[in-house]
């Protein structure tokens, strides 16, 4: 690994988070989509975006940037996390 020139450990940690970044998007091809919901205002629109039946969908980071900053936001704009990754109960 090159540490004792800055320039070209620069260069490798770059071309690392690179790959990295490469791997994570096979792994997990919606990491850079985020969920909105909005139950009041079902057909709200925030710029070219528009919510459908209350839910937005949107990989853009501009449209993420409008919802969040919305008057509505944290009042009847609500992000919506799914965390599949967690145990899964089982009924007995």
């Known amino acids: 690994m ?3 020139d800055p320039e070209k450990r620069r260069q490798f940690q770059r071309e690392y988070k690179r790959r990295q970044r ?3 998007k096979k792994i997990k091809p919606f990491l850079g989509f985020r969920a909105y919901v909005c ?3 079902p057909g709200l629109g925030v710029g070219l975006a528009h919510f459908d ?3 937005l969908i949107t990989n ?8 969040e900053r919305h008057p509505e ?3 009847h704009i609500f992000p919506l996390a799914l965390d599949l990754t967690g145990p899964i ?3 007995e």
Do not use: C, D, S
Not at 60 to 67: G, L, W
């Open 73 to 75: 936001y944290g009042r």
């Open 60 to 67: 853009r980071p501009a449209v993420q940037a409008q919802v």
């Open 2 to 4: 090159p540490y004792k």
């Open 53 to 55: 039946g209350g839910f």
């Open 89 to 91: 109960l089982e009924e």
């Open 39 to 41: 139950p009041r205002f």
């Open 22 to 24: 490469q791997t994570l």
